[in-house]
Nanobody, 116 residues
Framework: QVQLVESGGGLVQPGGSLRLSCLAS????????MGWYRQITGKQRELVAI???????TYAASVKGRFTISRDNAKSGVYLQMNSLKPEDTAVYYC??????????WGQGTQVTVSS
C-alpha cells in the first residue's frame, strides 16, 4: 500500500515562509493530478493548489501569488512553497495524488500555524 509522507509544517510568524513536501513511499502509475488541500478546524477541506499532468495548475484565490506548487514526477513528489503567510493560512495541510486509473492517495496531514 503506497503512502504519502508529508513534512515541512510548523509554526511561523506572519509574513514568513514554509515549504511543504509530500513524497510517495512507492511508485504510483499514471499520475494525473498532484495537489494540496487544507482544513481549518470546524470547516470543510478546501483546495489550495493542484497540478495536472497536462501542465495546468490551479490555485485558490486566497493563495494566488503567494503559494507555488511544484512536482517531481520521478519521485512521485509534490511541494508547496508558501510565502507571505497570514494567520488565516493556519490549517492542517494535506497532499493528494490522483491517478488516471481512479486511485486517490492522501497524506496524513501536516499542521501549519501562522502566529506572532
Amino acid at each position: 500500500q503506497v503512502q504519502l509522507v508529508e513534512s515541512g509544517g510548523g509554526l511561523v510568524q506572519p509574513g514568513g515562509s514554509l515549504r511543504l513536501s509530500c513524497l510517495a513511499s512507492g511508485s504510483i502509475s499514471g499520475i494525473y493530478m498532484m495537489g494540496w488541500y487544507r482544513q481549518i478546524t470546524g470547516k470543510q477541506r478546501e483546495l489550495v493548489a493542484i497540478s495536472t499532468s497536462a501542465g495546468t495548475t490551479t490555485y485558490a484565490a486566497s493563495v494566488k501569488g503567494r503559494f507555488t506548487i511544484s512536482r517531481d514526477n520521478a519521485k512521485s513528489g509534490v511541494y508547496l512553497q508558501m510565502n507571505s503567510l497570514k494567520p488565516e493560512d493556519t490549517a492542517v495541510y494535506y497532499c493528494k495524488i490522483q491517478s488516471s486509473y481512479g486511485l486517490e492517495f492522501w497524506g496524513q496531514g501536516t499542521q501549519v500555524t501562522v502566529s506572532s
